[in-house]
């Protein structure tokens, strides 16, 4: 596995590792809010990319590494999901057909282009217009990279979103999972399900057998331990939520009676408030990805923060 490192210096330097032959992760630490991990297939044909960025800034620094490994251009974007650090960067290929799962293209028209919402202490947007996907799919859709067949699929559920797809290479063994993990960071779910992430990693995930895998955050890894650290989290935070909701506490109040024990040392833990909201709503019998108060969950997650604005690098 070869790497090349980037230009960007907070909080880390991204690197580009070539998980297969023509196969490039490019991942940004340290994985926070706003700070994600992107790939690349270069072919005869051009360049795939899977993602963008969320910044303008940390986009042109992407595009300057796929510009150190070939001079072939970037022709496709495939969005895991619609989340804007995964799509915010969309604009900057200009020459590129977006594709997603057709949801992830209303999510992404439906929260507009970068803004401030008050619930960060930034980023730097830079200078980015709305650009959705415009090739959409309901299951699955193929792309190829020459001879080489990349499967991209809708998970089937809402897990960490309504409309999260991977990129399963089958010939080459190698999975980008988008944020179905985050790979020593805390799992999200306010806009997906905890029971649909759960089935997800277990019936769709972990048969795959996947060799290497690329998480939306965090490291790229081989073998399971990160999906079953990701599977004991999302249990836990239903066993924390059930005790919470029979008790008849908020979901905050549970969030902060709740010790979190083996995932105190993950990034990101404010997510508990934001995953208790979630939690709650499937108590209460909505279906998976139902809509519910997502900005009073995030100010429930400021809350649990001490008041202070979540800390973003990107």
């Known amino acids: 596995m070869s790497s090349i490192r980037g230009d960007i210096s907070v909080p880390g330097r991204p690197e580009v590792c070539e998980v297969s032959a023509g196969i490039y992760a490019y991942i940004q630490p340290d994985g926070t809010w706003w700070i994600n991990n992107t790939g690349f297939l270069v072919g ?13 800034r940390r986009t042109r620094a992407y595009q300057d590494a796929i510009a150190a490994v070939t001079t072939a251009p970037v022709r496709t974007v495939v969005n895991t999901h619609h989340h804007g650090d995964h799509t915010f ?28 919402l008050g619930f960060w202490d930034g980023p730097d947007w830079g200078d980015l217009a709305l650009d959705p996907p415009f090739v959409t799919f309901t299951d699955e859709i193929a792309v190829y990279i020459g001879d080489l ?6 998970v089937g559920t809402a897990a960490h979103t309504t409309n999260d797809s991977i990129i399963w290479i089958p010939e080459r063994s190698v999975l980008f999972c988008g944020d179905l993990i985050f790979n020593g960071g805390t799992p999200f779910l306010l806009m997906g399900s905890v029971s649909g992430a759960i089935e997800v990693l277990e019936h769709v995930v972990r048969p795959l057998g996947a060799q290497t895998i690329v998480p939306g955050h965090g490291p790229v890894f081989t073998g399971a331990g990160p999906i079953d650290a990701t599977l004991d989290y999302l ?42 909201h979630r939690a709650y709503a499937e108590l209460g019998g909505a279906p998976p990805g139902a809509a519910i108060d997502i900005l009073a969950a995030l100010a ?15």
Do not use: K
């Not at 105190?264 to 995953?275: M, Q, Y």
């Open 149 to 154: 067949r990349a499967q991209v699929r809708h």
């Open 44 to 56: 005869p044909q051009g360049v795939i990319s899977i993602d963008s960025c969320s910044t303008q």
């Open 89 to 116: 960067g969309n604009c900057m290929f200009p020459g590129a057909a977006i594709v997603a799962h057709e949801r992830a293209r209303a999510e992404a028209i439906a929260f507009g282009p970068p803004r401030d």
């Open 300 to 314: 429930d997650m400021v809350a649990y923060n001490g008041g202070v604005p979540l800390t973003c690098l990107a």
């Open 235 to 276: 249990r836990f935070v239903q066993d924390a939520a059930a005790r919470g909701y029979h008790a008849g506490l908020s979901p905050l109040q549970a969030a902060l009676e709740t010790d979190l024990d083996r995932f105190t040392g993950w990034a990101d833990a404010e997510r508990i408030a934001g995953n208790m």
